[in-house]
Nanobody, 114 residues
Framework: VQLQACGGGLVQTGGSLRLSCATSGSSFSFNRMGWYRQAPGKQRELVAAFTSSGSTNYADSVKGRFTISRDNAKNTVYLQMNSLKPEDTALYYC?????????WGQGTQVTVSS
């Protein structure tokens, strides 16, 4: 199973970015799938994720600004990030949890300038 993440970049405060995470090598079924992020000197934190039931979870810090979505035909999960803040600066990782195994993408850098 491979996860290919892309879409990061440099954006000014208030700007938007959309991250994509395309999966290959497995069916598009999972326990959870979404995004974590890790800023320098901080622990990795969950940003947003789909559960197997189709519900979504968001970190409190991104609620109302970020939206996770999926395209089953493309086996891809997206993270639309609006109203970006400097504190959103981090390396964003997509992940997929299946029974007894977790998979991670390579990480994509998001930098928000003030």
């Amino acid at each position: 199973v491979q996860l290919q993440a892309c879409g990061g970049g440099l954006v000014q405060t208030g700007g938007s970015l959309r991250l994509s995470c395309a999966t290959s090598g497995s069916s598009f079924s999972f326990n959870r799938m979404g995004w974590y992020r890790q800023a320098p000197g901080k622990q990795r934190e969950l940003v947003a994720a789909f559960t197997s039931s189709g519900s979504t979870n968001y970190a409190d810090s991104v609620k109302g600004r970020f939206t996770i979505s999926r395209d089953n035909a493309k086996n891809t999960v997206y993270l639309q990030m609006n109203s970006l803040k400097p504190e959103d600066t981090a390396l964003y990782y997509c992940f997929m949890e299946i029974p007894f195994k977790n998979y991670w993408g390579q990480g994509t850098q998001v930098t928000v300038s003030s």
